[in-house]
């Protein structure tokens, strides 16, 4: 059977758990907006919108929280690929239906983020990181220097993550800049 180094498997959880207690933190800051958000999206009875967002909102609490104590059980991680597969699904649902100026409601109340698929294939990549870290860690004993690995590949994955997310952000109004071509031909 495969399994994972015990550095890697302990650094693939516990980025998880700071994506999803930071995405908790977020919407917690203000619950009515992410709620707006979750209602715009348009997939679910308005009269579900506030228990539904509240629940997801909870979901990533404890998904959160299982993934650091739930030691190697694998089921944060299936936890976790399952909510960023809804995500990406709602993202994907409503771009086909071509309404790509609400609020993805990722970043929380402090940056409005409209969809792109470049949001659905960031899901898909954290959905495959999680259901990696299904795999069980292997039998090497965890040393001192693997705490020193997976905080600093925490960090650096920290700050990728911020990378990648403000480049996404900054990519609609990227967007609507108009070309050198079009300048040209006005």
């Given at each position: ?14 980025a ?63 936890a ?66 693997d ?15 911020k ?24």
């Amino acid at each position: 059977m495969w399994s994972l180094d015990p550095a890697v498997h302990a650094l693939l959880r516990a980025a998880l758990a700071v994506l999803f207690a930071s995405a908790a933190v977020h919407k917690l800051r203000d619950l009515p907006s992410f709620r707006a958000a979750f209602a715009a999206y348009d997939l679910a009875p308005a009269g579900a919108v506030g228990v539904l967002s509240a629940s997801l909102v909870a979901s990533e609490a404890i998904v959160a929280v299982a993934l650091i104590v739930a030691g190697s059980s694998p089921w944060p991680s299936v936890a976790a690929a399952a909510l960023l597969l809804i995500y990406a699904s709602a993202i994907a649902i409503n771009l086909l239906r071509g309404r790509r100026d609400i609020d993805c409601g990722c970043a929380g109340p402090a940056r409005r983020q409209p969809l792109r698929f470049a949001l659905v294939t960031r899901n898909l990549v954290l959905v495959s990181v999680a259901l990696v870290g299904v795999l069980p860690a292997g039998p090497r004993a965890f040393v001192w220097i693997d705490l020193f690995t997976v905080v600093s590949g925490l960090v650096a994955a920290c700050l990728l993550y911020k990378a990648v997310d403000a480049l996404l952000g900054e990519q609609a109004s990227i967007d609507r800049i108009p070309s050198v071509v079009e300048v040209r031909n006005a």
